[in-house]
């Protein structure tokens, strides 16, 4: 029995790489492309006090993958080929929700003022998506060029194959990094507007 199921282990082994193997010859150079969703700002006025000097912005990430395969039937029905062709990405900010404290009288200058000093938040948002445009490209193709097709033996097998090359692609280390080198470009940008706190000085305007 331990002699069989090492047999049949060797032998599972040697199957999936000759199966990989096969496939190697149908990968394809990706074409990518990469666009940024419209966006919409909403604002809204929670019953809870908040920091009466400082809105609160939430940004809704959008970081979607349209990935179009080739589907190459091996000869001899000995199964199927699935490979990247295009990736079509979706990924930017599509919604802002920016919070201002009820304190300040809807229409009021110092609710014009907060709203102006988050809309420079909101900016800090959209410039780093512009400004990591061709590093994110850059990642995808090199994330996608890395992919071999997969091999799947049965034709219901081919949309599992597409979720498997999917997740590949989403969790490749360039495309992680790039998010985090996005997520740390951020912050730092945020943290420059708030430490800048021109806002104070609008505000005792307002109230002078």
Same mark, same amino acid.
């Given at each position: 029995?331990?002699?069989?199921? #090492?047999?049949?282990?060797?032998?599972?082994?040697?199957?999936?790489?000759?199966?990989?193997?096969?496939?190697?010859?149908?990968?394809?150079?990706?074409?990518?492309?990469?666009? %940024?969703?419209?966006?919409? %700002? &909403?604002?809204? !006025?929670?019953?809870?006090?908040m920091d009466?000097?400082?809105?609160?912005?939430?940004? #809704?990430?959008?970081?979607?993958?349209?990935?179009?395969?080739?589907? /190459?039937?091996?000869? @001899? @029905?000995?199964?199927f080929?699935?490979?990247?062709?295009?990736?079509?990405?979706?990924?930017?900010?599509?919604?802002?929700?920016?919070?201002?404290?009820?304190?300040?009288?809807?229409?009021?200058?110092?609710y014009? #003022?907060?709203?102006?000093?988050?809309?420079?938040?909101i900016?800090?948002?959209l410039?780093?998506?512009d400004?990591? $445009?061709?590093?994110? %490209?850059?990642?995808?193709? #090199?994330?996608? /060029? *890395?992919?071999?097709?997969?091999?799947?033996? %049965?034709?219901?097998?081919?949309?599992?194959?597409?979720?498997?090359? @999917?997740?590949k692609? $989403?969790?490749?280390?360039d495309?992680?990094?790039? &998010?985090?080198?996005? *997520?740390?470009?951020?912050?730092?940008?945020?943290?420059?507007?708030?430490?800048?706190?021109? !806002?104070?000085?609008?505000?005792?305007?307002?109230?002078?």
């Amino acid at each position: 029995m331990f002699r069989f199921f #090492t047999f049949w282990l060797a032998c599972f082994v040697i199957t999936a790489g000759y199966a990989e193997d096969k496939c190697v010859a149908y990968k394809t150079r990706p074409g990518v492309q990469i666009k %940024k969703p419209d966006w919409v %700002k &909403k604002v809204g !006025q929670p019953l809870r006090m908040m920091d009466l000097y400082h809105g609160n912005v939430i940004a #809704t990430l959008v970081d979607e993958y349209d990935i179009v395969v080739n589907v /190459n039937e091996l000869p @001899n @029905n000995d199964g199927f080929c699935v490979g990247i062709k295009d990736i079509n990405a979706t990924i930017g900010y599509s919604d802002f929700l920016v919070k201002v404290d009820m304190r300040h009288k809807f229409g009021s200058c110092s609710y014009k #003022t907060v709203l102006e000093h988050e809309g420079e938040h909101i900016n800090a948002y959209l410039s780093v998506i512009d400004d990591f $445009q061709d590093d994110l %490209k850059k990642s995808v193709y #090199t994330a996608a /060029n *890395s992919i071999i097709p997969i091999y799947v033996k %049965k034709e219901e097998d081919i949309d599992d194959a597409i979720d498997n090359l @999917n997740y590949k692609l $989403q969790h490749h280390p360039d495309v992680v990094l790039v &998010k985090q080198q996005i *997520s740390a470009a951020e912050e730092l940008r945020n943290e420059k507007i708030d430490e800048d706190n021109s !806002q104070y000085e609008e505000l005792k305007k307002c109230n002078g």
